[in-house]
């Protein structure tokens, strides 16, 4: 079945960085769009990066776009978001997810926290 594993997240200081990854099984991972998503405490999930099957088309929400990089390794089945110059307002659960057959999957998030 669909699994998608996310891992990288942890506590970073503003300005700092990290690279979370989300590890795919269960379907043909070069053939679908991958996306990122946040969710902060008392606020509704939301869109943070697109990437295309084929790696050629990205999309990011307004406020990372120029300080994150949404990639992929279709070779490991991996996906990636680096996030740059992290501030307090990028503390949330971010999660990878998928349409496959017509289902959206996601994964069980992981944590990232900005604070000093």
């Known amino acids: 079945q669909v699994q998608l594993v996310e891992s990288g997240g942890g506590l970073v200081q503003p300005g700092g960085s990290l690279r979370l990854s989300c590890a795919a099984s269960g379907f043909t991972f070069s053939n679908y769009n991958m996306n990122w998503y946040r969710q902060a405490p008392g606020k509704e999930r939301e869109f943070v990066a697109l990437?295309?099957?084929?790696?050629?088309?990205?999309n990011y929400l307004a406020s990372v776009k120029g300080r994150a990089t949404i990639s992929r390794d279709n070779a490991k089945n991996t996906v990636y978001l680096q996030m740059n110059n992290l501030n307090t307002d990028d503390s949330a659960v971010y999660y990878c997810n998928t349409w496959v057959h017509g289902k959206l999957y996601w994964g069980q998030g992981t944590q990232v926290t900005v604070s000093s």
């Open positions: 990437i295309g099957d084929t790696g050629l088309v990205t």
